[in-house]
């Protein structure tokens, strides 16, 4: 038994439309303005499809439709600069991130799991190779790409008994029939690229946000399985939808006539539309609800005419849960006022490469016409070699009679003008231009002779490149915005973790870093990383783990070897900053004790040492002791003498004890002399100094003076 509360199970009906269902009048006038407005656009599209056309040719190195007699040069420019173009603009896949206002922190485990998800489907449902194949559209072909964001399904019957078995039932009465439904088997999410050459628009549209267009379209072609799968067509449709591409080669952008003279298989051809209901239904009550309709060749009404099921209508709250946006994503990289599909940068610059392609062939001719021409003297020469010289096969020695060099010359040639290949660079000059691209890009340096050139040339092109970036920027941005209401809409909200619920499509923000679409090379990506690491790494807001882990793999070592986490340090100690001036800092307390404590005070033994050895180099020798005094014997009340000494006073006479110093004898009465002091600084020689200073110098009728 299966239940039908299964998620896998598709309970919607089939979209397949009967031609013998009787269709409202206002849905039939409706769905012919439809079809006049996507013929109308068909009719526009193949007059710009014949200018498509020319660009891919040029590009491909195959711009001339004829062949002639004469030589003619194509100067393969548009391919080179595409390829430059294409790389300044998006070379890698970002990574897209997911906010969650106002409290993205406090979201929960499930917002990280819908973002690696969301980044994970966009890889495997084809972006790179979407992008690949959009930009060339949008630069040389075209001027205008867009993709399809879609999710699609496999399905079975399944069969679903509709009554309770747990309930009695009259045995009586035969059991009511099952009722089949469609279980879903298979699924996946697919961003492809739409041809230009397939693209649908109204005609009327004069916008370059398609979001505000009242529809979008494409016109494709599918196989009949393919098409008995989506479409639900069935086996008595086979005969009147079934037939070959229906483009003609006008439709085409591409021209091969091998391929074309192959029969192609057998297709079903229909143009897919999506519009908003509420420019076309009066009884609409959402701005966002998007309808869905394909018309099948064959067929006078749509196949599939409901809503789209990317989105749904939450029944508590009544908002619409899924994709908001069209699922065809279009993008251009310019404007041009009131026109849908601008010119593309090929055909923008289509008039200097023909300039180049003219002066090329102008070039090539005057080389094949201007051969060298030679003439010699029938007097001087032999007959014999003459007739070989006529003829163009002597390159050996030619025997002469006289000087050689008057005897054979070289007749002047019609030299190349000068201007002419000034023309090809000025060609080349505006053609940059006009591409947004310069010589620091296509990598010719010429007319750059110093960095600093080189320098106002990139800043130049990266303003300029900047703003198209930006525009590769949304157009990704969007791409995600529709895949990520189609994972709310049909992935399990239990997969993601607890909190999620689907109805946050519509409340989340989607982005990318800044030039993420640009891949660096690795010393540009090391050099970024060790900017950041030494500008964050001290704020303590930044885990520097990661980023010493990738600055490890671009230097080509093994993260897991050299980077090991850190060991605990213990708190480190302020840092004091202490000067000393003088002897006078050297005697206060706190300074000292500063010393003290960083261990940078001197012992006592050294103290002594430096004692001993100033009193044995700067004391004078003591002074004689007058006749009849006792020498002074140290003790505990000896003077200081090298401390008064460095105080700049004079020593001053121990005090006499009585034990040891009797009173002089008063016959003697010779006063005490102190020993001298020593001099102050500058006071031994007081007349030297320094030299007089020159205060200016004055010129006079006797010569320079100075003064």
């Known amino acids: 038994m299966i239940n039908s509360s299964d998620p896998t199970l598709d309970t919607s009906t089939p979209a397949s439309i009967s ?11 409706r769905n012919k303005k439809f079809l006049s ?51 300044a603009l998006f070379s890698q896949v970002p990574q897209v991130r997911i906010d969650h206002p106002p409290a993205t922190e406090d979201a929960g485990p499930w917002l990280r799991a819908f973002e690696q998800r969301l980044n994970d489907t966009l890889v495997t449902g084809g972006i790179e190779s979407a992008m690949d194949e959009c930009l060339p559209d949008c630069i040389n072909a075209a001027g205008i790409a867009a993709v399809l964001v879609s999710h699609e399904s496999i399905t079975e019957d399944v069969e679903i008994p509709t009554h309770d078995p747990t309930l009695p039932q009259d045995p009586n009465e035969p059991p009511p029939p099952p009722m089949t439904i469609p279980r879903v088997v ?91 209901e509420y420019q076309f239904d009066p009884n609409a009550k959402s701005y966002q609800t998007i ?13 599939v005419d409901e809503p789209w099921k990317g989105q749904t209508q939450d029944p508590t709250s009544g908002q619409l849960i899924g ?70 096969r002597w390159q050996a020695m030619i025997p002469v009679q006289g000087d050689a060099s008057k005897i054979i010359s070289e007749i002047s040639r019609a030299v190349m003008p000068a201007e002419n290949f000034t023309f090809d660079r000025i060609a080349k000059a505006d053609l940059n231009e006009a591409w947004q691209i310069g010589t620091n890009q296509t990598g010719d340096g010429a007319g750059i002779e110093t960095k600093a050139e080189a320098d106002v040339v990139q800043q130049n092109f990266q303003t300029r490149i900047g703003q198209e970036r930006g525009k590769i920027a949304k157009f990704v941005v969007s791409i995600a915005e529709v895949l990520g209401g189609l994972i709310c809409l049909f992935e399990p909200p239990d ?54 882990k990738e600055i490890a793999t671009l ?18 100690e302020p840092n004091i900053s202490l000067r000393l001036t003088g002897v006078e800092d050297m005697m206060n307390p706190l300074a000292l004790a500063f010393m003290i404590k960083s261990g940078q005070a001197p012992p006592p033994e050294m103290i002594d040492a430096a004692k001993k050895l100033i009193e044995q180099t700067v004391m004078p020798p003591p002074a004689p002791v007058p006749p009849g005094m006792p020498p002074i014997l140290p003790g505990p009340n000896a003077p200081n003498l090298v401390t008064e000494q460095l105080k700049g006073g004079v020593p001053s006479a121990p005090p006499m004890q009585q034990q040891q110093v009797p009173p002089p004898p008063a016959a003697q009465g010779a006063p005490i002399i102190p020993p001298p002091a020593p ?29």
Not at 68 to 84: G, M, P, Q
Not at 291 to 303: A, M, R
Not at 329 to 358: C, H, M, W
Not at 512 to 517: G, R, W, Y
């Open 555 to 572: 230097s080509g070592l093994d993260p897991s070897t050299v980077i090991r986490p850190p060991e605990p340090k213990p708190p480190a």
């Open 495 to 548: 997969s993601f973790g607890e909190g999620f619920d689907p109805t946050v499509c519509r409340t989340l923000n989607y982005s990318i870093l800044a030039d993420s679409t640009v891949l660096l090379d690795s010393n540009q990506r090391l050099k970024r990383l060790i900017d950041f690491l030494n500008f964050s790494a001290k704020s303590g807001w930044v885990d520097v783990a990661p980023i010493l």
């Open 37 to 87: 407005g996507i013929q109308t656009c068909k009719n526009q599209r193949r007059k710009l499809a014949t200018n498509w056309t020319f660009n891919i040719d040029m590009r491909r190195g195959k711009p001339f439709a004829s062949q002639t007699d004469e030589d003619r040069i194509s100067v393969n420019l548009d391919w080179s600069l595409t390829k430059a173009k294409q790389a």
């Open 19 to 29: 031609d013998k269902v009787t269709v409202d009048p206002e849905v039939k006038k």
């Open 291 to 303: 309808h869905h309709l394909i018309f099948v060749n064959g067929k006078d009404e749509p196949v």
């Open 679 to 707: 001099p102050q600084v500058g006071d031994a020689h007081p007349k030297w100094g320094v030299n007089d200073r020159i205060n200016h110098r004055t010129e006079g009728a006797g010569g320079n003076q100075i003064k």
């Open 323 to 392: 994709a908001l946006h069209y699922p065809i994503r279009y993008f251009t990289l310019t404007y041009i006022t009131d026109e849908t599909i601008p010119p593309s940068d090929s055909a923008i610059g289509r008039p200097q490469v023909n300039e180049l392609n003219k002066g090329r062939t102008q070039m090539i001719l005057q080389r094949e016409r201007s051969l060298p021409i030679r003439a010699f003297d029938i007097n001087r020469v032999d007959p014999a070699i003459q007739q070989s010289l006529m003829m163009g």
């Open 186 to 276: 298979d699924h996946r999410y697919l961003v492809s690229r739409i041809s230009p050459g397939d693209l649908l628009w109204p005609v009327s549209f004069t916008g370059s946000n398609f979001d505000n267009a009242p529809w979008v379209g494409r016109s494709g072609r599918m196989t009949w399985p393919e098409a008995v799968q989506k479409l639900k067509l069935t086996e008595a449709d086979k005969d009147t939808v079934l037939g070959g591409d229906d483009r003609n080669i006008l439709d085409r952008l591409t021209h091969d006539v091998d391929r074309d003279k192959q029969v192609a298989d057998e297709l079903v051809a229909f143009d897919e539309v999506f519009y908003k």
